[in-house]
């Protein structure tokens, strides 16, 4: 596990961007593994302007998506696909039918996981995954208890994080407690990881993350597996560390 620490969430962003940029004027077709959350958006704003700039394209790509909530279809304002195509797709070169997103609307929820796997490795798997980190230590929506083995599958949410994540719904609007999912056997299957982390509140999971043993109880600790794996960290997050 490399570990790169930053001073604050915009260099993080920058050097984030970076490795993303890098790797597509290596291989344009590349495979990438693509997360939501508030951490990847000035990393996307960054692509977004590369992509404009001519420094790199997107024509060749295929991404996966590490999750969605179970309950919500593609057009729901909520859904992880509408947040990728607000923050990210719309304003690229991609072609949207190479973006994949599990299926929230999915009437066979456990057929439409396998059939995720599937479509991974038909695009002959993930080149680099981008993950952020729940307080909790979650990667993707594996939640403390995952297993370090698990594939794309549903998963319930535990109450830290709908807690966490209760700020993108409204008061009385419907928030899902079921998710789709990535597994953590699925995120280290990708060729290279970069984890993001920014903020205080990110501190103890980082540390339990590089410190801890590995443990199902703190799932981002199963990426101490993984043979190229990158925490890009600001101080605050870093914070914990010895
Ligand atoms: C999102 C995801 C989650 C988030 C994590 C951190 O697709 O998989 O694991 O990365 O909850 O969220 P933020 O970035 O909002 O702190």
Same mark, same amino acid.
């Not at 291989?27 to 997360?35: E, H, I, R, W, Y």
């Not at 729901?76 to 190479?98: C, E, K, V």
């Given at each position: 596990?490399?570990?790169v620490?930053l001073?604050? @969430?915009?260099?993080?962003?920058?050097?984030?961007?970076?490795? =993303?940029?890098?790797?597509?004027q290596?291989k344009?077709?590349?495979?990438?593994?693509l997360?939501?959350?508030?951490?990847?958006?000035?990393?996307?704003?960054?692509?977004?302007?590369?992509?404009?700039? %001519?420094?790199?394209? =997107?024509?060749?790509?295929?991404? &996966?998506?590490?999750?969605e909530?179970?309950?919500?279809?593609?057009? *729901?304002?909520? @859904?992880?696909?509408? &947040?990728? /195509?607000?923050?990210?797709?719309?304003?690229?070169?991609?072609?949207?039918?190479?973006?994949?997103?599990?299926?929230?609307?999915?009437?066979?929820? !456990?057929?439409?996981?396998?059939?995720?796997?599937?479509?991974? +490795?038909?695009?002959?798997g !993930?080149?680099?995954?981008?993950?952020?980190?729940?307080? /909790?230590?979650?990667?993707?929506? /594996?939640?403390?208890?995952? %297993?370090?083995?698990?594939? #794309?599958?549903?998963?319930?949410?535990?109450? +830290?994080?709908?807690?966490d /994540?209760?700020?993108?719904?409204?008061?009385d609007?419907?928030?899902?407690?079921l998710? !789709?999912?990535?597994?953590i056997? #699925?995120?280290?299957?990708?060729?290279?990881?970069?984890?993001?982390? #920014? %903020?205080e509140?990110? +501190?103890?999971?980082?540390?339990?993350?590089?410190?801890?043993?590995?443990?199902? @109880?703190?799932?981002a600790?199963?990426?101490?597996? *993984?043979?190229?794996?990158?925490?890009?960290l600001?101080?605050? +997050?870093?914070?914990?560390?010895?």
């Amino acid at each position: 596990m490399q570990i790169v620490i930053l001073k604050d @969430s915009v260099e993080v962003a920058a050097y984030g961007a970076n490795i =993303f940029i890098k790797q597509l004027q290596k291989k344009a077709d590349s495979v990438l593994g693509l997360a939501t959350g508030s951490t990847p958006v000035s990393l996307y704003q960054q692509l977004i302007a590369a992509n404009k700039a %001519g420094e790199v394209s =997107f024509a060749k790509v295929t991404s &996966f998506n590490l999750d969605e909530y179970l309950g919500l279809e593609g057009a *729901h304002p909520q @859904s992880y696909r509408y &947040f990728m /195509n607000q923050q990210l797709f719309d304003h690229l070169d991609i072609d949207t039918a190479n973006t994949f997103v599990p299926p929230g609307d999915a009437d066979d929820p !456990i057929e439409a996981c396998e059939r995720y796997e599937m479509q991974i +490795a038909a695009a002959g798997g !993930i080149d680099i995954q981008l993950l952020g980190i729940g307080r /909790n230590g979650h990667i993707g929506f /594996n939640e403390p208890s995952s %297993g370090l083995m698990s594939r #794309t599958r549903v998963k319930t949410l535990t109450k +830290a994080t709908i807690e966490d /994540n209760a700020r993108f719904f409204a008061t009385d609007e419907y928030q899902p407690h079921l998710s !789709i999912t990535m597994g953590i056997g #699925t995120i280290l299957d990708a060729k290279k990881v970069v984890l993001l982390a #920014t %903020g205080e509140a990110k +501190a103890e999971a980082i540390r339990a993350t590089v410190e801890g043993a590995l443990s199902a @109880s703190c799932p981002a600790s199963a990426l101490q597996l *993984h043979r190229d794996a990158v925490l890009v960290l600001d101080e605050a +997050a870093a914070s914990q560390l010895s």
